[in-house]
């Protein structure tokens, strides 16, 4: 499952909400395999959006999204969000579900159903699905409690693990530490940063903290009035 | 005040419908023939008063002379003979003229043999209402995978579905099975069949209706991995839906043993059959056993499904 990171092109991208809300006009950047990027941005100003058009899950009015050269509206799009791991401002986690399972989740592309069904995943898929749990902090006694009896900060961790488990070529990541403590936020990104590099995946995580983007990110977006804003790029690679 | 006066008429203006039904309706309802229930002697043969249905019958009596290969010294178990002398009136084929004699018959008598035939038709009356749910998930569930806006199959699959489900609710059982009865005969098969297809169209619609009603925001989380729509299904719908389904399906188990005691009176097998049969030969005891069975199976039953309930909700 591990590979090499996708690149992703976003071009002249216009995204526009059911309601008619506006949120881009003519966007545009090019990221490199493997880099992670913070996005920054006010609240409302379509982090949340864009991400969702990276992955495939809102259709441009206009413009363009390649992730690894391949366009997110054509029919194979699947193949490719096979290899994207995605969290949640709002976790979206099954509630009923136990904790392990909404992870083991996060495989559902890449094993067959029955083994969904009947919760036979290959000792492999297992470990690494526990092995991650454990580093976000979250304890063996969890793994078997119903997703929705988690706290806000527990849930969000559920969901980073679901987003990792696959190991995905591109993470993108909606505020994967907003209902964290300090300590417990930079814990967990630096986790994400480890996870990147070891499998070379690109990141896309937004971030309301530009001091934590500073350190966790290879490269800062900023989306401001529909686009991102030029020029307050920071190219600063960090040693780790 | 002069609203108040417009408005006096027309309060009491519900009365006339009823006035004109008693007026109309009444006699032809024949409502006098409620007091020939609690007559002593009826006047007809058909008409037997509640008096005879009282006690329940739960003894059978076979006449030993249909009975060849009885042998008296090893009788079943719990049996006994009874002979009785009872007079007869025969045409005797010489005179042409009735005579009466007295007859000595002897009957092969169990105390409680009626109970065990109404206990096997109990239980076939079970088996009906389960194997009726059996059939309606497997007709119902693609149908509710079709119908269901959150499985998300094309537009017109999910319209025909939801005509089909309509369509099979609006089918009554008793009328199914009436015609089923008519199409391959008496018995159980026709009963299985009526209830299945009746419930089908409850089982499309309630499934499909818990299907929408789950949290769409983790299944389109799920759908976005690329995941393909049976495994979306298996890991983001079913931990959401799995009580209901439970909970639909026991409502319709529950129903459809109720609705299996009923339609053996068109000839689709179970306790209602018996209990048609025996009305027509004016055996009215054994109706009463019948009816007693059916109270305490249905009485259990509902027990049985609250205790369920109540279980799945903690
Ligand atoms: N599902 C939706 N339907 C309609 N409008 C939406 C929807 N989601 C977002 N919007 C609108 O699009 C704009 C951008 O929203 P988005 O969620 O992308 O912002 P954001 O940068 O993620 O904000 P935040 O930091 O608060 O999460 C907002 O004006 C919002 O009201
Ligand atoms: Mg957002």
Known sequence: MSGTGFSISVRDLSL??????????????????????????????????????????????????????????????????????????????????????????????HVPWWRCATGRYAPAHLTRATDLLERLGLHAALHHRRAGSLSGGQAQR????????????????DEPIASLDPQTARDVLALIAREARESGATVVCA????????????????????????????????AA | MKAEARLMPKQGLWLVPVVALIALSAPRMEFGRVG???????????????????????????????????DPDRLPPFSRLETSTAPIRELDPDTLETTTRMSQRTWLVSPLGYLGDVALRMVETIEIGLWGTLLAVVAGLPLAFARSRAI?????????????????????????????????????????????????????????????????????????TGAGRMSVFIVAVLPQVRA????????????????????????????????????????????????????IVVAILDEFAAHLRKRQSS
């Open chain 1, 16 to 109: 526009r909400h059911g309601n008619g809300d506006v949120v881009l006009t003519g966007a545009a950047v090019e990221v490199a395999p493997g880099t992670i990027c913070a996005l920054l941005g006010a609240s409302g100003s379509g982090k949340s959006s864009l991400l969702a058009a990276l992955g495939g899950r809102l259709a441009p009015v206009a413009g363009q999204v390649l992730i690894g050269g391949r366009p997110m509206i054509s029919r194979s799009r699947r193949r490719v969000q096979a290899r994207i791991g995605t969290t949640y401002q709002d976790h979206r986690l099954v509630a009923q579900a136990t904790v392990l399972d909404n992870v083991l989740a996060g495989l559902a592309p």
């Open chain 1, 158 to 173: 559920v969901g980073i693990a679901r987003a990792l488990v696959a190991r995905p070529s591109l993470l993108l990541a």
């Open chain 1, 207 to 238: 971030l309301h903290q530009p001091e934590l983007a500073a350190t966790f990110a290879d490269r800062i977006l900023t989306l401001h009035e529909g686009a991102f804003r030029a020029g307050v790029e920071q190219p600063q690679r960090s």
């Open chain 2, 36 to 70: 020939l229930a609690f007559a002593s002697d009826a006047s007809a043969p058909d008409i037997a008063g509640l008096a005879r249905f009282w006690p329940p019958q739960i003894e059978t009596r076979t006449d030993i002379a249909n009975l060849p290969s009885l």
């Open chain 2, 152 to 224: 998300g199959l094309p537009f017109a699959l999910q319209i025909s579905a939801r005509l089909s489900c309509a369509a099979l609710r609006a089918l009554p059982e008793l009328l199914v099975a009436l015609l089923l009865v008519g199409a391959i005969g008496f018995g159980p098969t026709a009963g299985v069949l009526a209830l299945g297809v009746h419930a089908a169209g409850f089982i499309g619609r309630f499934y499909a209706d818990a299907f929408d009603d789950a949290d769409q925001h983790p299944i389109e989380a799920i759908r976005a």
């Open chain 2, 244 to 295: 209901s389904l439970a909970s639909a399906t026991l409502y319709i188990l529950d129903r459809n043993v109720r609705m299996a005691t009923v339609i053996g009176i068109v000839g689709a097998g179970g306790i209602g059959q018996e209990l048609k049969g025996r009305i027509d030969l004016y055996e009215f005891g054994h109706a009463t056993t019948i009816v007693i069975a059916i109270f």
